[in-house]
């Protein structure tokens, strides 16, 4: 059985309209995907304490995820309804409706960059 014409249909979108403007720093944006179901989001996050849970650290090339609202070190916030940030067994649950899910929406927050300039004395 050849199904590589099933996902023709298929579509990604974020309900940001004009990326430059509400993905400031520090907003919150919602990302809706459409993808087959049992296949990944193509999104690589940190899961391992809860100080930098759900910052973004990849986007597959070829994923559904590529060319939308998200970039490398946003935060995911929800995923398909559910608070990820808490709790690793939610964030677990949350991936796997995910993974399971035709439609999946996820909400992710842009951080806050601060300037800074450090300037090195030696001998102090």
Known sequence: VDDTDADDDLQAFSRVTDVDSLCQPGNVHEV???????SALGLQIIKSSPEITGIVIG?????????LAVKKGDRLI?????????????????????WNNKSVCAEFQRPVHFPATIIRTYGK
Request: charged share 20%.
């Open 32 to 38: 809706l995907v459409d993808k087959l179901a049992q």
């Open 78 to 98: 929800t995923l398909c309804g559910i608070p990820v940030l808490t709790d690793t067994a939610l964030m677990d649950e949350a991936l796997m409706i995910a």
């Open 59 to 67: 986007i597959d090339t070829y994923g559904p995820l590529r060319g």
